[in-house]
């Protein structure tokens, strides 16, 4: 079974930094294209990074996904927070076909 597991959220102020991490099997990290995905408070799950260079409008700048293939690994650089980056985030296949993990939760606030 494909896991996915997500570590590195915590409570941060505006302005301030964060690295997630995600560690994935060697199949599903070997094989396909990785995304970060995050889900803010009564909203719906949308991809933030992806491996092959996509960010979202709201996080280019300031966010920053690389991979370490000897761990397995995706990470998320995070510049510059702000409260509305406050929201559970996931990593996936960048179509989303894995099985999902429990996310890690990041709140930006003062």
């Known amino acids: 079974q494909v896991q996915l597991v997500e570590s590195g959220g915590g409570l941060v102020q505006p302005g301030g930094s964060l690295r997630l991490s995600c560690a994935a099997s060697?199949?599903?990290?070997?094989?396909?294209?990785m995304g970060w995905f995050r889900q803010g408070p009564g909203k719906q799950r949308d991809l933030v990074a992806t491996?092959?260079?996509y960010y979202a409008d709201a996080v280019k700048g300031r966010f920053t996904i690389s991979r370490d293939s000897a761990k397995n690994t995706v990470y998320l650089q995070m510049n510059s927070l702000k409260p509305e980056d406050t929201a559970v985030y996931y990593c996936?296949?960048?179509?989303?076909?894995?099985?999902w993990g429990q996310g890690t939760q990041v709140t930006v606030s003062s």
């Open positions: 491996t092959s260079g």
């Open positions: 996936n296949t960048a179509s989303g076909t894995g099985n």
């Open positions: 060697r199949f599903i990290f070997s094989s396909y294209t």
